[in-house]
Every structure is written in C-alpha cells, then in structure tokens.
C-alpha cells in the first residue's frame, strides 16, 4: 500500500514522481557549512491552526525538535503515531479522525 502511494508505473517499472529539479536544488547545497534553521518561518505559523503527526520511529523529526514546536506554538496539536518512522502513512483510522477534527476545527475558526 506504501509503495502505491509512493511510486507511479511508468513502462511497468516504479517511479518515484519527484520533480527532478529538486535533486539539482538538493546538491547545490553546502552540506560543509551549517544549515540555518527553520524557526523564524515556523515562529511565522504561531498564529496559523497547525497540527504535526510525528512517526515514533522518524529519524527525521526528532522527539526534542517536537518538544521544542510544542514550546513555540502553544495552539500546536501533535500525535506521536506508534511504529512507524518519517513520514506516517496517514492510513489508520485513528489517524484519519485527527486530521479530520484539526480540519473541521480550523476550518470553523477561520474568519469569515
């Protein structure tokens, strides 16, 4: 089921429809240096509903990094999804309701 979710079938091999621009993008990058961090655009979204679903197992989103978007944004909804790493599926039931009340929620709050 991932992999359907993940791959297109083209010439009856799987592919992954990225823009291939991307990779060029992604190695123009000076992994020497340090990379900046992302705080002053996620500081920008404290008044913006936002929900984070972080995979248990992710070695992407670490559970500090959670912690510490939990500490800037107080509105902050997040669910840690057991067994499973970067990105969660988004296919279990429970995970599906979440996103559906955050949805329903912010969708009511939002000014007319």
């Not at 000076?30 to 679903?53: G, K, Y």
């Not at 500090?64 to 500490?71: E, G, I, K, N, Y």
């Not at 429970?94 to 009340?101: K, P």
Request: aromatic fraction near 8%; proline fraction near 9%; charge should be negative.
């Amino acid at each position: 089921a991932m992999a359907k979710r993940t791959y297109v079938e083209r010439d009856g091999r799987p592919v992954v429809p990225y823009d291939r621009a991307l990779v060029k993008a992604l190695g123009q990058i000076d992994f020497s240096s340090p990379l900046p961090t992302a705080w002053p655009q996620f500081n920008a979204l404290c008044q913006a509903p936002l929900m984070v679903l972080r995979g248990a197992n992710s070695d992407l989103l670490e559970a500090a990094t959670l912690d510490a978007m939990r500490s800037r944004h107080p509105g902050l909804q997040s669910f840690v999804v057991p067994d499973q790493g970067h990105a969660p599926s988004l296919a279990s039931e429970q995970e599906l309701e979440l996103l559906s009340a955050f949805f329903t929620e912010a969708d009511q709050a939002r000014p007319v």
